[in-house]
């Protein structure tokens, strides 16, 4: 038995581990604080709406979307808060509104 619940949590543990990256490892560009985020598989009506008003297409995206999102200064890193969400996203071209592909981040990292 000991066995078995051994091997579960060794097997959980990468996706524990990448639950969150450092902040070190997101392009300054793309860090972002967001007042929330909704993971792509399951959207709120009102963010597929919006989403839909927009043009915007998620496509394969799994990872979260970020919703109200502004940008983290990496020069204060250190001393940087986000009272929200702070998240690494691979698409922030919709003007703070919208950030795609979004993963949280360990800004203490």
Avoid: Y
């Amino acid at each position: 038995m000991f066995a078995r619940a051994s091997a579960f949590f060794l097997c959980a543990l990468p996706l524990v581990a990448a639950a969150t990256i450092p902040a070190s490892q997101c392009n300054t560009a793309n860090l972002q604080c967001c007042q929330s985020t909704e993971h792509a598989t399951n959207l709120s009506q009102t963010t597929t709406t919006l989403l839909g008003l927009l043009g915007v297409i998620i496509g394969d995206i799994t990872a979260h979307i970020g919703l109200t999102c502004g940008p983290i200064s990496v020069i204060g890193i250190g001393g940087t808060s986000c009272a929200a969400q702070p998240v690494c996203c691979t698409d922030n071209g919709f003007h703070g509104l919208i950030a795609l592909g979004c993963t949280p981040v360990n800004l203490n990292l």
